[in-house]
């Protein structure tokens, strides 16, 4: 059974807080080392040289909107703003023709990042010592970092399979409850999850929905992936599914746009459990804890993401049919290469097919750790991310992620020939 991990008290969180460092430090130490470690967007799809030209468009929306000759609306542009953004309008719009979440501008946050909103999120919802954060594990380290450098507990629970789902956050939460503890949030990527790159059912989200509002635990539902869909159909946001009050959608402009912008915003329900009174303070209380944080979130970079927004038409679908594509071929020759390396040599590997985003998971017969991804790196120069960053307990050390976004076809097939020879190296030998 998983146990809870108090990151006040309990090493594994100094652990996790560890793991960019360590990151950074091999990728600096074997320069020559091919990468499946970074979640990056492709770089060869930002355009960052048009945005005077994203700005001038949004300007001239602006002052219109404000009643403003375009000096004065520069001049506002430049200032503070309001904590709680400028293009909350605009957001709401685009969302509503990408991800069908109907919702209003005085239901948006903009942050710096969606780092910032869950960072948010969290020390709102968990303002007590008994306060508690559900996450499945493993899960994604921006959620456990802002956990463990505030103080908030974390309650891991295991599931392999979507049908397990709600009876293993059941049993997460009674574990809580009986040590005193108050779960407050449930942290999930339900769309082309980081790290496993897997999604949930539309089946399950609705199960977690109904458990969750019944014991008003707030869902943080974090969306960066979804609208690099390969296959399927689309499945609705929780945001959308929910008639209850209880999910807060958290999205980003970084793997859309452009990481630089830090854009990214959440979205409350219109009637938190019920009720918009609580929904109107709990947005009090996120834009007051802003206010005395980041103050706002750079209006320039709002600018341009607005300008963006303005000049697609309020939706994003033209600007990441490219790079879905582009994503797609590298997940194919990922694929192929695992097959071609790994799918008739006995080596016990399994792998996911994630049909979006940018991570699979391979699963391997050994222990990988961070021991074994430097002796990968400096030996085979290939660097792999071990499961356990992700992990939340000690249950995930045969595993890595790799990250198939910000690379190329020949990168992809050379770095799985390196990485076979490591596994080969390394595979335990038979009784």
Known sequence: MS???????QQPASSRLQVMNFLNEIAEKYPRAISFASGRPAERFFDLQSSGEHI????QHFAETNRLGVDAAFNRLAQYGRTNGIINSLISRQIAND???DCNADQVIVTAGCQEAMDLCLTTLCPDPKDVVLARTPTYIGITGVADLNGIPLVPFECTRPEEFVTELRAATVRAENQGLRPRALYLIPDFDNPTGASLPRETREEIIEFCAAKEIVILEDNPYGLFRFEEAPIPTMFTLDRR???IYLGTYSKTICPALRVGYAILPERLFGKKDRSILL???LSQAKSFGTVNTSQLAQAIVGGVLLKENFSLAKIVSRTTQFYRTNRDTLIAALGREFGSNGSKLQWNIPAGGFFLTVTLPFEFTDKEAEICARDYEVLVMP????SLNDSKHRGVRLAFSNTTSEFISEGISRFRRFVNDHQPIPA
């Open 283 to 285: 947005m009090d209380q």
């Open 56 to 59: 001038s468009h949004f300007i």
């Open 387 to 390: 499961l356990a960053f992700f």
């Open 99 to 101: 991800e069908k979440i």
């Open 245 to 247: 009050g209880c999910v």
């Open 3 to 9: 146990e809870i991990i108090d990151v006040k008290t």
